[in-house]
């Protein structure tokens, strides 16, 4: 079964610094996709960046961006030039590549990321 | 983007009575849609998938005959949570996949929740 651990239940940053959140997985799939889901206080869950498991470049979405260390099943979210809008709660979740819109998403526990003024 | 809506938004019940928590996509056709609880600042646990026009598929430890799931149309899924107890009270989330053709990738649209207490 797939698995996907957030060693960090909480992290803060100040604003307009840099903050990296961890994410590690476990799978035997070869194809598969990684996301990030940022959670705010609303609870509307909102897609922050996605990664497909094929691609060897890490995916970039303006501050956000990853480094996807697929030999290490690493999966790691970088915020730079931190915004008092990024305060939410963030999930790293797995998704396989096979099934289609049948494939379930397989969520971490999350990290709790505080930005302080 | 597409979207996807709840509804109720909040609901309160008494003890022993049934809910029912309406998830609907907006703008596009869903033939699967998932069903997810979050208890407060934990994550999102897949309850079950629904399956439109068959049955749900239920996770393991979840109760088929508490968590009603129905699948009637392209567009609309309902969870009808029966005899609520206290214990049943939690943030319920629903999310739907938009196919995107040839691609295997399908992109999930999360509903906006439902907060349900169960006095």
């Known amino acids: ?33 990684l996301f990030w889901y940022k959670q705010p206080p609303s609870r509307q869950m909102i897609l922050v960046i996605r990664q497909e498991a094929y691609k060897q470049q890490n995916a970039t979405e303006n501050r956000f961006s990853v480094n996807f ?21 963030y999930f790293c979740a797995y998704r396989g590549g096979y099934g289609g819109a049948t494939n379930k998403l397989i969520f971490g526990t999350g990290t709790l990321l505080a930005v302080q003024p | 983007g597409a979207v996807v809506s709840q509804h109720p938004s909040w609901v309160i019940c008494k003890s022993g009575t049934s809910v029912k928590i309406e998830c609907r996509s907006l703008d596009f056709q869903a033939t699967t849609m998932f069903w997810y609880r979050q208890f407060p600042k934990q994550s999102l646990m897949l309850m079950a998938t629904s399956n439109e026009g068959s049955k749900a598929t239920y996770e393991q430890g979840v109760e088929k005959d508490k968590f ?40 999930q649209f999360f509903g906006p929740g439902t907060r349900l207490t169960v006095l």
């Open chain 1, 1 to 33: 079964a797939q698995t996907v651990t957030q060693s960090q239940p909480e992290m803060s940053v100040q604003e307009a610094e840099t903050v990296t959140l961890s994410c590690t997985y476990d799978t035997s799939e070869s194809d598969y996709y």
């Open chain 1, 69 to 89: 260390q697929k030999a290490a099943k690493s999966f790691s979210l970088k915020i730079s030039d931190s915004q008092l809008g990024d305060a939410a709660m």
């Open chain 2, 68 to 107: 009603l799931i129905n699948h009637a149309s392209l567009t609309l899924s309902t969870l009808t949570v029966t005899s609520a107890h206290p214990e049943d009270s939690s943030f319920y989330i629903c999310s739907a996949p938009l196919a995107g053709g040839l691609s295997s990738y399908n992109e």
